[in-house]
Antibody
Framework: QITLKESGPTLVKPTQTLTLTCTFS??????????VGWIRQPPGKALEWLAL???????RYSPSLKSRLTITKDTSKNQVVLTMTNMDPVDTATYFC????????????WGQGTLVTVSS | QSALTQPASVSGSPGQSITISCTGT?????????VSWYQQHPGKAPKLMIY???KWPSGVSNRFSGSKSGNTASLTISGLQAEDEADYYC???????????FGGGTKLTVL
């Protein structure tokens, strides 16, 4: 059974750096074809893809946020970490991590999400 | 503004069928058969309902079906049920640099 869970601060101040951790079970990020992505959703708004990392350390970033994002993985801990610099109130959102298979290019398992509020 | 265009809302009565459209471009929907659809109930995580345009993940009802024509993908829900009331998002692969783009979401109301 695949499960994912996001963790991190619920409140960050403007200009600070956000660090979120996705801890997963039921699969390994050392298995060929497996990836983990991050998607966010501002309150009442649409989903927005942020970043993705594959089993082979290949990664992708949203072009609009690329300069602010870093995604890494720790295979031994079954974790993926996303950092986002220079946080702004418009970054207030629920942040989800999700499992992906490279051959299908869809997010088939999702974490419950974690709400991050950016405010001074 | 989202990369893929969906109607803001659709509605239907129990038992009826509805279709949600998802319009992209020749750089995403029109070029790849990697269109997926997600159902999201309030306060919950999205759930994959359709992948690769028209395939069902395990456990998803075949009342949900997907199709694509040109730059537009569609999700059809037949035999509407009260529990189908939710937000629906389309998503398309858009090449190795952009990777994926989501639609703006459609709120389905079951009357």
């Amino acid at each position: 059974q695949i499960t994912l869970k996001e963790s991190g601060p619920t409140l960050v101040k403007p200009t600070q750096t956000l660090t979120l951790t996705c801890t997963f079970s039921g699969f390994s990020l050392s298995t060929t074809g497996v990836g983990v992505g991050w998607i966010r959703q501002p309150p009442g708004k649409a989903l927005e893809w942020l970043a993705l990392i594959y089993w082979n350390d290949d990664y992708r970033y949203s072009p609009s946020l690329k300069s602010r994002l870093t995604i890494t993985k720790d295979t031994s801990k079954n974790q993926v970490v996303l950092t986002m610099t220079n946080m702004d109130p418009v970054d207030t959102a629920t942040y989800f991590c999700a499992h992906l298979l490279q051959r299908q290019l869809d997010f088939d398992y999702w974490g419950q999400g974690t709400l991050v509020t950016v405010s001074s | 503004q989202s990369a893929l265009t969906q109607p803001a809302s659709v509605s239907g009565s129990p038992g009826q069928s509805i279709t949600i459209s998802c319009t992209g471009t020749s750089s995403d929907v029109g070029s790849y058969n990697f269109v997926s659809w997600y159902q999201q109930h309030p306060g919950k995580a999205p759930k994959l309902m359709i992948y690769e345009v028209s395939k069902w993940p395990s456990g998803v009802s075949n009342r949900f079906s997907g199709s694509k024509s040109g730059n537009t993908a569609s999700l059809t829900i037949s035999g509407l049920q009260a529990e189908d009331e939710a937000d629906y998002y389309c998503c398309s692969y858009a090449g190795s640099s952009t990777f994926v783009v989501f639609g703006g979401g459609t709120k389905l109301t079951v009357l």
